[in-house]
């Protein structure tokens, strides 16, 4: 188990595109190590890629 570092932390995630993105693995990477985070993003393109991302 990941130890939590980051928990009671916010962080802003700026360019998420898909799955591959370098900004959805630091996401990831951040709420695994307990960070509450929020997703900005570009378009609604771009919005409902992000809505789906984070809806999993």
């Known amino acids: 188990m990941q130890e ?3 928990a009671g932390k916010t962080g802003v995630v ?3 595109a898909n799955k591959r993105s370098i900004a959805w693995a630091i996401a990831k990477a951040w ?3 307990g960070a509450k985070l ?4 570009q378009g609604e393109r771009l ?3 992000v809505e789906e991302l984070t809806a999993e």
């Open 4 to 6: 939590q570092v980051l």
């Open 14 to 16: 700026f360019g998420v």
């Open 31 to 33: 709420a695994a190590a």
């Open 38 to 41: 929020i997703f900005n993003y």
């Open 47 to 49: 919005k409902e890629n």
